[in-house]
């Protein structure tokens, strides 16, 4: 069993509050579960408004699988296009 495990760092443009923040964080957050089925949170940057830090995880029988699915996550995080990728830290460990 694979476990792969990101850590996406994002810097929120133009957004003063942390209404403006939950917003982004929620858009990013549904559309990585929905349409990647991975787990997603937010792990970091709580109290401050325009850095948001999210670990998505992600567990399979594949170790190019667990990659592959991470890869199409930090993509598709940017291809969004709400808020700038300025961090990202993938790890996948054989459990």
């Given at each position: 069993?694979?476990v792969?495990?990101a850590?996406i760092?994002?810097l929120?443009?133009?957004?003063?509050?942390l209404?403006?923040?939950r917003?982004?964080?929620r858009?990013?957050?549904?559309?990585?579960?929905?349409?990647?089925?991975a787990s997603?949170?937010?792990?970091?940057?709580?109290?401050l408004?325009?850095?948001?830090e999210i670990?998505v995880?992600?567990?399979g029988?594949?170790?190019?699988?667990?990659n592959?699915?991470?890869d199409n996550v930090?993509?598709?995080?940017e291809?969004m296009?709400v808020?700038?990728?300025v961090e990202?830290?993938?790890?996948?460990?054989?459990?």
């Open positions: 069993m694979f792969g495990v850590k760092v994002l929120l443009h133009g957004g003063n509050s209404k403006d923040k917003s982004v964080k858009k990013i957050i549904e559309r990585i579960k929905n349409k990647f089925n997603v949170a937010e792990v970091g940057g709580n109290d408004l325009r850095r948001l670990g995880s992600v567990v029988n594949d170790q190019g699988f667990v592959s699915c991470l930090l993509n598709a995080v291809g296009q808020a700038e990728v990202t830290d993938i790890e996948i460990l054989n459990v």
